[in-house]
């Protein structure tokens, strides 16, 4: 079983910044992503950005792009999500979960399906 902790949110001013972590226990695969998502106040949960194994390949939603940063340890269940020029839209639940992926897996898009795996989530207010 795997589980999940996310930390580092809190309430910022628009414009600030905050790095979210992810750390986690068990087993997922040899090789793993690791995805942020995010569910703001009356709104499905959407996915904001996933790294590959290693790092190699990430990916943004469109509203991520430019402003987050997205890393994890290969070795571990541990990551961050690196926000920065935060708007008040950004404000919702954070949450990471992470999947087994192939080494060399590039990702496109965020399948949620495909993530099982949650924490409890970390608030984030971002007042403007």
């Known amino acids: 079983q795997v589980q999940l902790v996310e930390s580092g949110g809190g309430s910022v001013e628009a414009g600030g910044s905050l790095r979210l972590s992810c750390v986690g226990s068990?087993?997922?695969?040899?090789?793993?992503?690791m995805a942020w998502f995010r569910q703001s106040p009356g709104k499905e949960r959407e996915g904001v950005a996933v790294?590959?194994?290693?790092?190699?390949?990430?990916w943004y939603a469109d509203s991520a792009k430019g402003r987050f940063t997205v890393a994890q340890d290969s070795a571990k269940i541990k990551g961050f999500l690196q926000m920065n020029s935060l708007k008040s839209e950004d404000t919702g639940v954070y949450y990471c979960?992470?999947?087994?992926?192939?080494?060399?897996?590039?990702?496109?898009?965020?399948?949620?399906?495909?993530?099982?795996?949650w924490g409890q989530g970390t608030q984030v207010t971002v007042s403007s």
């Open positions: 068990g087993y997922v695969g040899s090789t793993k992503c």
């Open positions: 979960s992470v999947r087994y992926c192939a080494p060399n897996y590039r990702p496109e898009r965020i399948y949620e399906d495909l993530y099982t795996y």
């Open positions: 790294t590959s194994s290693g790092g190699a390949f990430t």
